[in-house]
């Protein structure tokens, strides 16, 4: 009975994950769950059971840690948040999420939002490596507070000028239609594939989710593998295979500016051996 919560040397069941990220979150002990040091996924997850997911990791403690997904697949994982929060010098290698998963966030927002899979932030020399996301992702809300922004990926949201993201994949689809609103005089919507803000290393990245992006706000970013990529930032080796589509109105909140791409919408960084063919 204990096995079905507490996968003794590893991680088995959907009821244990969150059991392990409450345990962290909490400051507690999680190593019962280390095979050779590292937690570590040892069967295919099947998260049907948990109905409120609450990420690994937070801004009063990030995951510092490694991760070895080992390559299992996270099943019906259905959730509006990730499975990290915030990762802080951190490895997560090998994760797998699979088509049964969506995340989904409706409703409206005071504060900045941000939507992904894998990870909210990763910084502090953080390394995402050899993870793939075939799950759907969809926004569809109104800010209630002006001049706010979301940030939209398939994998990770924001990546710090000390972090890479390495041999990663997004196949899952990205949505936020022309009905999720950001309303003020300073506002913007970053999507990407792969990562929406990057100010680290993106490389050898893939994404073949195709992605129909339509937010109004003062300035929108839609790029296949990354939306924005910051000064001193690369994205090198990597290449978007999907369509990329862009459809709003002017409307009240107003769309004025919108930066689209099949690589990357917006860059100041270093930017080369990339392929588009979506």
């Not at 400051?27 to 040091?37: L, M, N, P």
């Not at 409120?52 to 990030?62: H, Q």
């Not at 995340?103 to 899979?117: I, K, N, P, R």
């Not at 893939?206 to 339509?214: D, L, T, V």
Request: aromatic fraction near 8%; proline fraction near 2%; charged fraction near 20%.
């Amino acid at each position: 009975i204990k096995q079905e919560y507490y996968a003794m040397e590893g991680l088995l069941t959907g009821p244990g994950l969150a059991l392990f990220a409450k345990t962290w979150n909490e400051g507690g002990d999680v190593s019962q769950w280390f095979i050779d040091g590292v937690p570590t996924i040892i069967a295919d997850v099947d998260l049907t059971e948990v109905k409120e997911w609450t990420p690994i990791g937070t801004e009063e403690r990030p995951w510092t840690g490694e991760f070895n997904g080992n390559g299992k697949k996270l099943i019906n994982f259905t959730s509006s948040k990730p499975l990290f929060g915030i990762c802080d010098n951190a490895t997560i290698k090998n994760v797998v999420i699979d088509e049964t998963s969506e995340f989904e966030y409706v409703g409206q927002f005071s504060d900045d939002l941000y939507l992904a899979t894998l990870a909210t932030e990763i910084r502090n020399n953080t390394v995402v490596e050899s993870c793939t996301n075939n799950g759907k992702v969809s926004l569809d809300a109104i800010s209630n507070a002006d001049n706010k922004s979301i940030f939209v990926a398939g994998l990770v949201a924001k990546v710090d000028a000390t972090s890479k993201l390495t041999r990663c994949s997004n196949i899952g689809a990205i949505s936020v239609p022309s009905s999720c609103t950001i309303t003020g005089s300073d506002t913007s919507c970053e999507i990407g594939g792969l990562v929406a803000h990057n100010l680290g290393i993106v490389e050898d990245g893939f994404n073949n989710g195709a992605i129909a992006a339509g937010a109004q706000a003062l300035k929108s970013k839609v790029g296949g593998v990354v939306a924005n990529n910051g000064e001193g930032a690369i994205v090198r080796n990597s290449q978007n295979a999907a369509a990329i589509t862009f459809n709003t109105q002017k409307g009240a909140a107003g769309t004025y500016e919108a930066q689209v791409a099949g690589v990357i919408a917006f860059g100041r960084g270093e930017v080369y051996y990339n392929v588009n063919e979506g």
